[in-house]
Structure formats: C-alpha cells, structure tokens
C-alpha cells in the first residue's frame, strides 16, 4: 500500500483501488466481446477456397467495426487509468458518474454489431448515427466523471500535477463536440461519419490526449 493509500485510509476515506479493479473488469469483457460479432463463415461457403475468401472478404464491416471499437475503448481503458492516478479517494458522485460511464462502455458490441450489419446496406446511416451516439454520451459521462473527480470533496490527489490535470480536461472537452461532428458528418454522408470517426480515435492515440 503506497504513502497516499494509507493515509486514505486512516483517514476514513474511500481509496479508489476497488472501484479502479471493477472498472477494468468492464473494460475487458467489452473489449473482448467485440470480437463475438466476427462470425466464421457458413458451411455453405466452405466448398472451396474462392468461396470462403469471398466469405471473409465480405466481413470487411466487421473488421472495421471490431478495430475501431477496440482502439476507441483501448483508449478509454488509458484516459481513465490515467485519470485514477490523480484519484486520492472516491465520492459517491464518483462513483455513480463511473457507473454511468461503465455503462456506456459495456454497451459499445451492440452498436458495434450495427454498424458493421449495416455498412454497404441502404440502412448503413441509422448504423453511423448510433454508433456516433453512443460515444457523444460516453463522452458527455468522461467529462461528469472528472468533473466529479476535480471538484469532490477531497478526492483529487493534492499534489496533482496540474500540467496532467489540463492535459485531461482539454483531451475530455474535445469528446463531446467531436463525436457530436461525427455524427452530423453521418447525416450528410456515413462515409464521412466513419471517417471522422477513424480520426477521432487516431487524436486520441495521442499521448498527450491522456495526461500521461
């Protein structure tokens, strides 16, 4: 137990140890049942070679959609690992803005699995939109997070490094507005939609997206 821990401790605060360990666990059964919508082809396609590439070829929606969502939550595994590092002790406002946060986070296959059903089809803009949709609000839940984080009662570190804190809240603000572009590009065009997308998740590869 490190100098910080213990002293939440005896002071009777929260630490943020279980509450970190049970949002990995979400983390990792999102990510990991993303890969559950690539599905192997039918026994029909296994009659020859040509027919079977063909098969797996045509899966290109959910490949796309499987790298995508995968980099998209990778990164959110690292923006909230690094904000848990300023974390000293949890309130319950930090808490319930993390729950809704997970639940953002383990709804990500489902949108997933639309998006990759719905590209190359007539539908392929509700799919775009959705998907979109769905990361505006985990964006919006990222920012109630560190918002509860920064201004909770004793639950930002006290020696926090305030170039890390600005880092965090210029990366989060970006959230929002970005998925929200994203979406609007969809209405105009799912291409676009699916592009912005791809770049939103390239931004936020950056290492100065997470306050590293």
């Known amino acids: ?15 943020p140890e279980r509450l970190e360990a049970f949002s990995d666990g979400v983390f990792a059964i999102a990510i990991t049942l993303l ?17 079977l590439v063909s098969a797996l070829g045509s ?5 796309l959609g499987y790298v995508v969502s995968f980099v998209t939550i990778g990164i959110m595994w690292a923006n909230h690992h690094n904000l848990f590092r300023l974390v000293a002790s949890v309130s319950h406002g930090v808490v319930v803005a993390n729950l809704l946060l997970l639940l953002g986070v383990g709804f990500v296959p489902f949108p997933t699995a ?17 998907y979109s949709g769905t990361f505006v609000g985990i964006a919006f839940a990222f920012n109630l997070l560190w918002y509860q984080v920064r201004h909770g009662p004793e639950v930002l ?12 809240t210029r990366s989060y603000r970006l959230g929002p507005p970005g ?15 699916v592009v912005l997308l791809i770049i939103l998740a390239g931004l936020y590869l950056l290492p100065s997206s997470t306050g590293a």
């Open 157 to 168: 570190c006290s020696d926090a490094d305030s170039r890390a804190i600005d880092a965090i």
């Open 1 to 15: 137990m490190d100098h910080a821990a213990a002293t939440t401790r005896t002071a009777g605060l929260r630490g």
């Open 179 to 193: 998925y929200l572009i994203a979406l609007l590009g969809a209405l105009i065009s799912p291409a676009l939609g």
């Open 35 to 51: 890969v559950l919508e690539i599905r192997v082809p039918s026994s029909e396609d296994l009659v020859s070679n040509q027919r």
């Open 114 to 130: 639309l998006l990759a059903g719905t590209l190359a089809t007539p539908s392929q803009g509700v799919g775009v939109i959705f």
């Open 59 to 63: 899966l290109w929606p959910s490949y």
